[in-house]
């Protein structure tokens, strides 16, 4: 089984100033990640993947993530906060189970960007 | 590419009528869409698996007689809440994987969410 947590469920940052928004898994194999962003009453739209290829993943928007297997984390980041980062992060962990490939969804984080 | 588009975008019905969703891949073909919902400031659940050309599978919990699933061609699946309920009121999603990409690892592309009020 594999289960995604996301340490926090609201994240403060003024523009212009560095983003981290934290996720760690737990999977019995080797996790595909993906870090999704939602905005108000929208859809999900991939920031970026990791699919064993390179540890260091970048993404659309400024973003990257690092995977790292020795703390199974994979952080969001950002170094600079703009006002249209404003929304809510999904980290996501793909795992085969049984014959299929599922989603699991972390409970996902706000992000709020202070002027 | 690989958007996927869901209509209605919002939908208000009565009690005890029955809604349809349509989830369509607009530009590559998808052999698997996926539905989730998603309750106010809460995470996605999935709700089922949709093949096509095939029964749906439904996740633990999910009342399939309630929430009929149909996957009649390559770019379109369609979700029917039967005898929609005030309870039924939610965010409903869908995604749907490119068959013609890698899909070891299960990319899923969105669709923009489908708004369900039931009065």
């Known amino acids: 089984a594999q289960s995604v947590t996301q340490l926090d469920s609201h994240v403060s940052v003024s523009e212009g100033t560095p983003v981290l928004l934290r996720c760690n898994y737990s999977?019995?194999?080797?996790?595909?990640l993906f870090w999704y962003v939602q905005h108000p009453n929208k859809g999900l739209q991939l920031l970026l993947k990791?699919?064993?290829?390179?540890?260091l993943v970048k993404g659309i928007n400024g973003f990257e993530a690092e995977f790292k297997k020795s703390e199974t984390s994979f952080h969001l980041t950002k170094p600079s906060a703009h006002m249209s980062d404003a929304a809510e992060y999904f980290c996501?962990?793909?795992?085969?189970?049984?014959?299929?490939?599922?989603?699991?969804f972390g409970s996902g984080t706000q992000l709020t960007v202070l002027p | 590419g690989a958007v996927v588009s869901q209509h209605p975008s919002r939908v208000i019905c009565k009690s005890g009528t029955s809604v349809k969703i349509e989830c369509r891949s607009l530009?590559?073909?998808?052999?698997?869409m996926f539905w989730y919902r998603q309750f106010p400031k809460q995470s996605l659940m999935l709700m089922a698996t949709?093949?096509?050309?095939?029964?749906?599978?439904?996740e633990q919990g999910v009342e399939k007689d309630k929430f009929l699933i149909n996957h009649a061609s390559l770019t379109l699946s369609t979700l029917t809440v039967t005898s929609a309920h005030p309870e039924d009121s939610s965010f409903y999603i869908c995604s749907a994987r490119d068959s013609g990409r890698d899909l070891s690892y299960n990319e899923q592309f969105f669709g923009p969410g489908t708004r369900l009020t039931v009065l």
């Open positions: 996501v962990v793909s795992v085969r189970s049984g014959s299929a490939r599922q989603l699991t």
């Open positions: 999977s019995s194999y080797s996790p595909s």
């Open positions: 949709s093949n096509e050309g095939s029964k749906a599978t439904y």
């Open positions: 990791y699919t064993s290829a390179a540890t």
């Open positions: 530009d590559f073909q998808a052999t698997t």
